[in-house]
């Protein structure tokens, strides 16, 4: 009998946009070939969920999503902190790998980076915690914003299998690229990214060209099934 490895949790975010065609497309990245945990495929941006996720001064950077309701959505086996702890890992780890930050000011209204001054700042904070020398919350207090839990709607829940060394407990989240943003085309986890309609990049992935595990193919096949993000949406949202 194979030894069992306990697996951590985890939250992975899917990354949408619009066409102008009506149809819409989704984020992906390649991890280096030398890191550890699928180097070499395409994922989308995630990572593990840190204690500093979900600590009582972060659940009060939350923007109209509380730690019950956030539980009610992933299940009572989590704790309501440890569940809202999810949110903040998919949207520090979209900000970390991509450059792309999901939150909204104290005030309420979105982050707006078309103002140059505030996106080069948030570049360098990006960097410095990469870097480890400041924290997410710490850059969210000196920003004076708020990780918008609502801009995320669950959409799955997968586990890696118990025979892997390395073993994630993964939710998956929807989230539509915020006005005036764009994703890093490469970063310290990333080789490059591309954006794909669903479609094609289960054609892809059937040809070879696009190499993924089981989570991210299934995925990328159960967006194909929606024309538009208005119906993908009208299915997932919560909260």
């Not at 914003?145 to 060394?165: K, R």
Request: proline share 5%; net charge negative.
């Amino acid at each position: 009998m194979s030894e069992r490895f306990k697996p951590r949790n985890a939250a992975t975010v899917i990354l949408l946009r619009p066409r102008a065609d009506g149809e819409f497309e989704v984020f992906m990245t390649r991890r280096p070939w030398g890191m550890n945990f699928l180097g070499g495929m395409y994922v989308f941006p995630g990572g593990s969920v840190r204690k500093e996720d979900y600590c009582e001064a972060m659940r009060g950077r939350c923007y109209d999503l509380s730690p019950k309701e956030a539980q009610k959505i992933l299940g009572s086996h989590l704790s309501p902190e440890l569940s809202l702890g999810h949110w903040v890992a998919g949207i520090r780890e979209l900000f970390e790998e991509a450059g792309v930050l999901l939150c909204v000011t104290e005030e309420g209204t979105l982050v707006d980076l078309g103002q140059v001054e505030l996106r080069e700042r948030l570049a360098g904070k990006r960097r410095s915690l990469i870097e480890k020398s400041i924290d997410f919350l710490a850059i969210l207090k000196s920003e004076r914003l708020l990780f918008n839990a609502v801009g995320l709607a669950y959409f799955s829940h997968w586990q890696t299998p118990e025979e892997s060394a390395i073993r994630f407990d993964t939710r998956f989240y929807l989230a539509l690229l915020p006005a005036n943003q764009c994703p890093l085309s490469t970063s310290e986890e990333v080789t490059h990214s591309l954006w794909l309609t669903p479609d094609r990049a289960v054609k892809l992935c059937e040809e070879g060209a696009l190499p993924v595990i089981m989570p991210t193919f299934s995925s990328l096949r159960t967006l194909a099934d929606f024309d538009s993000l208005e119906s993908l949406f009208a299915e997932y949202r919560s909260g």
